[in-house]
């Protein structure tokens, strides 16, 4: 994949609002597009040199009224085919997390969005890593949560990944509910990704009766 430098980044992208997906930085998130503004909004991407979308999850105001998350994380498409009946299977490979600053008025049918990229400068570059790891304690807890759930994973695979790939692959792979995911996606850093995680496996393995991360 071509490496996208800060200074290539756009002022202004389309937002594909969608519940419980979350992509990271250096992540890879599949996708099955099949509505006809979507599948507009994958054909005007390919057209752009940066070939960005902002994965952004949808929520709630106050007053109940529906809105989008304040942060989102822009993906870049490096993977892409159709069907025979015209869907497109895409990939979107994680480039920075953004905040999301105004949606812009246009004649799409999807939302275009001015987005601000400042407070993430660490997503673009080398994968981050995480000191205080305790990967054998981790994988533990993963196994007991997986039970749990009635899951299964590829244990060595796990076993032998960099720190930054195994926390946000299971960041973007466990069943957590929408709002658990935009915890993991606004963590500042790596480790504080982990804690969290650590604390939502951890929820799930106590019935639910601990308090919820913020």
Known sequence: ????????????????PLPGALLLPRGRLPLHI????????????????????????????RDGTPKLSTIG?????????ETEDGR???????????????????????????IGW???????????????FDREGLLDLLGRYLHTQGLDTDWEA????EDEFLINALSMLLPFEPEDKQALLEAPSLPTRRETLVTL???????GIEERPQ
């Not at 006809?36 to 949808?58: F, K, N």
């Not at 994380?73 to 085919?81: E, H, K, P, V, Y």
């Not at 400068?121 to 205080?132: F, S, T, V």
């Open 88 to 114: 497109y299977m895409i990939t979107l490979s994680g480039v920075s997390r953004f905040r999301l600053q105004r949606e812009v008025s246009g004649d799409t049918p999807y939302i275009r969005a001015e």
């Open 73 to 81: 994380c822009a993906g870049r498409l490096t993977g892409f085919s």
């Open 118 to 132: 400042t407070d993430f400068p660490r997503d673009i570059g080398n994968p981050e890593h995480d000191p205080g």
């Open 201 to 207: 496996m951890e929820f799930v393995l106590h019935g």
């Open 1 to 16: 994949m071509r490496m996208i430098k800060p200074s290539d980044l756009p002022a202004q992208i389309p937002l594909f």
């Open 34 to 61: 099949f509505e006809p503004r979507y599948l507009q909004m994958i054909e005007d991407c390919m057209a752009t040199p940066q070939r960005l979308i902002g994965m952004i999850q949808p929520c709630k105001g």
């Open 158 to 161: 796990l076993k032998d990944a």
